[in-house]
Nanobody, 115 residues
Framework: VQLVESGGGLVQPGGSLRLSCAASRLTFSSYVMNWYRQAPGKERELVAT????????NYRDSVKGRFTIARDNAKNTVHLQMNSLKPEDTAVYYC?????????WGQGTQVTVSS
């Protein structure tokens, strides 16, 4: 199984980024997909979740209304659109695929929000 994130970078406060995660060697449409993030010195936290069919999403309170998770099961990809970014969104963002006891992680992509 391989999960490869892309789209991170440096952005000014108030800006936008779109993260992508390309999955391979798994039955993508059967997995719940998650985005996590980990800031320096802090624990990894769940940012957004989308169910296997893409019909149900959930977000942590601090990103509600600013971030949108979406998936394309035909292309084995999941995205995280991040708008109105704040300095506190700075972290390494990780893609996660989960089905039952199975859990796979990408290598992460750095997002830095700074002026």
């Amino acid at each position: 199984v391989q999960l490869v994130e892309s789209g991170g970078g440096l952005v000014q406060p108030g800006g936008s980024l779109r993260l992508s995660c390309a999955a391979s060697r798994l039955t993508f449409s059967s997995y719940v997909m998650n985005w996590y993030r980990q800031a320096p010195g802090k624990e990894r936290e769940l940012v957004a979740t989308i169910d296997s069919a893409g019909g149900t999403t959930n977000y942590r309170d601090s990103v509600k209304g600013r971030f949108t998770i979406a998936r394309d099961n035909a292309k084995n990809t999941v995205h995280l659109q991040m708008n109105s970014l704040k300095p506190e969104d700075t972290a390494v963002y990780y893609c996660n695929a989960r089905r039952g006891s199975l859990s796979y992680w990408g290598q992460g992509t750095q997002v830095t929000v700074s002026s």
